[in-house]
């Protein structure tokens, strides 16, 4: 049995005793812009032309919005630190909380390592390495650098953290402002690729291809609240920091897709390069020229394009910092509260932060970029796809246990007072979980169960006959994640007896299922 650190304190209570309050109503702003705009992704839309904005325009109304809802209820309700891991655990119980939490969590350092970083490197090949690819040694040093510099963000202080989250914003705001100019000019210069009305209807196909990258681009309003007791005035500054983040994100998300689609043939717009290759199709304008479809900067045009290089550097990595923050505290919580192994449930006493899962963090990501480039053997693309799959059905599946613990917490808590209610949370939970359940299917086995792994669901690079392989390559990694999920809160054990010890019989909300 764990021992207690003193006469009536729980591990929990330990832990809590060294969080610091420093995160306002703008930093949450802020964060969440980091949070929800990925720059790495837009590309991933703008490759399904046309009805890509279609389908955008349409789950932004039925997916986007009632999740902003769901999470300002949620997020005022129950601040308590953890956020998603602790609605899950308070709604579902200890093991629900800890195989949910540790795939909300293991998504991160992941995508860290593999898309944020291979993006990165793409975006300085382009402007500085005239689009040739840099030395595998270079690929290591640029990509280790990118991945312990978002550490080091991690490990910091809300109150110095809070600034580079910050600073992510007003960079997604500059390069995605510069842009969106540079768009209109060379639009007036040189035209447009014309886009009719036919390119803009939604089909089955499209919408099979694009619901998993949309939705995983739509997430994100709860991940504040993982530093919920390091908020200054959780009931009054989450619902303000969701509702401008909502508006902002679905812009800074909008204008750029649109602009992808004017200034490049759908042809040319690929899920790895299709950002940047824009930026420097645009930039042009201001020098440089394009010859054969490829641009070449000279000038001023060069000086912008290595602006924007290090504007989308900074945007992706505030992205990683932004998740690794929040995910990597909830991680921390479950260790304090029973559902991870203890080890892990640490908080550093000067910093408030959890260093040690911060630490663990890094060592994935760095595991995931080897073990990703040794397979792919340095394919860029291959490697970016590769792991953007397993990232985003990984990350889905755990918002079906975290969308329904509000229904949950409703019936068993309502006595909680709720700053901000849900309107129509039954009808709209229901919404939610059928359009993420129906994307996971789709994730894990496209074109099911109607035409699984046909040619118009089927993705790039993969045959017909490679179906049964492409669902153990989505199938396998859920299973050990399930595991690991499993083994986490059985190593738990000794804290939960701990804080029930020390802390009395726990409220009806937070007893244990029978299976603990």
């Known amino acids: 049995m764990a021992a207690v650190t003193a006469v009536g304190t729980t591990p929990a209570d330990a832990e809590r005793s060294k969080l610091q309050r420093h995160f306002g109503r703008f930093d949450i702003l802020f964060f969440l812009i980091c949070t929800i705009v990925g720059v790495d992704t837009i590309a991933s839309v703008a490759s399904s032309g046309g009805e890509a904005f279609t389908w955008m325009l349409l789950l932004a109304v039925v997916f986007f919005v009632p999740q902003a809802m769901l999470f300002a209820e949620l997020g005022t309700a129950f601040p308590q630190e953890g956020g998603p891991y602790m609605w899950t ?66 490990v910091l202080s809300f109150h110095i953290g809070k600034w580079i989250t910050t600073a992510g914003a007003f960079a997604r705001f500059l390069l995605l402002g510069l842009f969106t100019i540079s768009v209109v000019v060379y639009g007036l210069e040189h035209g447009v690729h014309g886009l009719g009305a036919g390119d803009f209807v939604p089909t089955a196909g499209g919408f099979v291809a694009l619901v998993g990258v949309l939705l995983f681009n739509y997430v994100g309003f ?4 993982s530093a919920g007791e390091e908020m200054k005035d959780a009931a009054g500054d989450v619902p303000f920091a969701i509702l401008r983040s909502a508006i902002s994100s679905f812009l800074l998300y909008a204008v750029p897709i649109l602009g992808i689609l004017l200034v490049l043939p759908v042809s040319q717009v690929t899920n790895f390069g299709g950002l940047v290759d824009a930026l420097k199709t645009v930039f042009t304008v201001y020098g440089g020229s394009v010859s054969h479809g490829t641009a ?107 969308f ?107 007893r244990e299922p029978a299976l603990d």
């Not at 709860?222 to 609240?225: Q, S, W």
Request: include cysteine.
């Open 89 to 154: 655990r308070l709604a579902f119980g200890h093991l629900a909380g800890a195989i949910n939490n540790f795939m909300y969590w293991v998504t991160n350092p992941v995508w860290l390592g593999g898309t944020l970083a291979i993006s990165a490197v793409a975006a300085l090949q382009v402007f500085f390495n005239d689009g040739n690819p840099f030395p595998t040694v270079w690929v290591y040093v640029i990509s280790l650098a990118f991945i312990w510099v978002a550490v080091l963000a991690a």
């Open 222 to 225: 709860e991940l504040p609240n």
């Open 296 to 402: 070449t900067l000279t000038g001023f045009g060069a000086v912008l394009g290595g602006l924007g290089a290090i504007l989308f550097v900074i945007c992706v990595l505030t992205s990683g910092v932004t998740w690794i923050m929040g995910s990597d505290r909830a991680l921390a919580v479950s260790g304090y509260d029973g559902a991870a192994p203890r080890f892990l449930g640490v908080l550093n006493a000067r910093l408030g932060t959890p260093v040690r899962v911060n630490i663990f963090s890094g060592i994935v990501s760095t595991l995931v970029l080897v073990l990703a480039q040794l397979i792919t053997q340095g394919d860029a693309a291959k490697f970016f796809g590769a792991v953007l799959g397993v990232t985003i059905s990984t990350t889905l599946i755990s918002y079906l246990l975290i």
């Open 404 to 510: 329904p613990s509000l229904w949950r917490l409703r019936s068993k808590s309502p006595e909680v007072p709720r700053p901000y209610r849900m309107p129509w949370h039954r009808f709209l939970t229901i919404v939610l979980m059928v359009l993420l359940a129906f994307t996971v299917v789709q994730l894990v086995a496209p074109g099911a169960p109607f035409d699984w792994f046909g040619s118009d669901v089927r993705p790039a690079g993969w045959k017909a006959s490679e179906s049964w392989l492409y669902l153990a390559t989505e199938f396998l990694p859920l299973v050990v994640f399930i595991g690991v999920g499993v083994l986490f809160w059985r190593l738990g054990k000794p804290t939960r007896i701990a804080n029930a010890a020390a802390g009395g019989t726990p409220a009806r909300s937070e």
